[in-house]
């Protein structure tokens, strides 16, 4: 339970920094932020105690492991948030090179 | 389990440090702490596919980031300047969604099985059929390449579009 909430908390400081700072380059932390949180608490549902990798090593024996469902989920989503990452500093770095600013309340105010 | 609990508020207190710092490249090296253990925490609980794409991708973020920061200002001003009306009233609205979302969070946290209990209901068949029917011993990459494979096209086309939309806004020719 405090692991998952844990997960939330950095869900939260995540969501804080894009509701309320004023800086660019934090809102993209923030966002960042959120895309570990959600991957971490799915990574943690499916771990289960005493199991182990799901990589089949021995075909005979029994398999203990740990849920592989939310792993395969989570792997697309990693690579997916790169993507989204790259696309929105590319998108501040040209914003930056026309106004000459990060703070969002300064970019209100110029016009054009 | 007590690694795992120590480098959660590891990750914690770095994600506040990377908020509330005034130098961006410290707030970026605070992303990279973050990223890490959350690569580290994906061993201890036996992931090492994850634990591996999570590094590769969390050195390209903070380099992304740190390129962009290099062309631009180290220095967040805003952090210190007095709040302005619309901040505190996003402060405010903030507040209100936490209460919120806590209250509906805690529900379903409830719901959920505890942690090291995870349930397996649809992994059982996966874990059966993988090696079977796709040949395959990792079972990750069975789902995401054969069971899953439509997905995985999926993720490629959303890679693929976003690096089309960094070429077109990094492009030098044809802008005035």
């Known amino acids: 339970m405090i692991v998952f909430v844990s997960c939330i908390i950095l869900f939260l400081i995540g969501l804080y920094a ?8 934090k809102i993209a932390i923030g966002f960042a932020f959120i895309e570990y949180a959600v991957n971490l608490l799915f990574a943690l549902i499916g771990f289960k105690r005493g199991a182990l990798a799901p990589i089949i090593t021995q075909i005979d024996k029994p398999h203990n492991f740990v849920d592989p469902i939310p792993q395969a989920l989570v792997l697309t989503a990693i690579v997916i948030a790169l993507g989204t990452t790259a696309l929105m500093l590319t998108v501040i770095l040209r914003i930056y090179n026309r106004y000459k600013t990060f703070d969002i309340a300064e970019i209100r105010k110029l016009k054009g | 389990m007590i690694e795992l609990y120590l480098f959660l508020i590891f990750m914690l207190i770095a994600a506040i440090i990377a908020i509330e710092i005034q130098d961006l490249l410290a707030a970026i090296i605070s992303l990279g702490a973050v990223g890490f253990s959350v690569a580290i925490m994906f061993i201890f609980v036996h992931a090492p596919d994850l634990a591996i794409v999570q590094i590769v991708v969390e050195v390209l973020t903070v380099v992304i980031f740190v390129a962009v920061v290099l062309r631009t200002t180290h220095v967040d001003e805003t952090i210190g300047k007095k709040l302005s009306g619309t901040q505190i009233l996003s402060i405010v609205f903030y507040a209100f969604f936490v209460i919120l979302f806590l209250t509906v969070m805690i529900r379903s946290l409830q719901e959920l099985p505890a942690f ?8 059982k068949e996966y874990i059966k059929l993988g090696l079977p029917q796709t040949g395959g011993a990792n079972i990750v990459a ?35």
């Open chain 2, 116 to 123: 090291g209990n995870a349930t397996m209901k649809v992994a």
């Open chain 2, 142 to 176: 069975d789902v995401i390449l054969d069971f899953r494979a439509l997905d995985t096209l999926g993720e490629a086309t959303v890679l693929f579009t976003s690096v089309i939309g960094v070429a077109a806004l990094m492009r030098k020719v044809g802008r005035k």
């Open chain 1, 18 to 25: 894009i509701v309320t700072k004023r800086n660019l380059i």
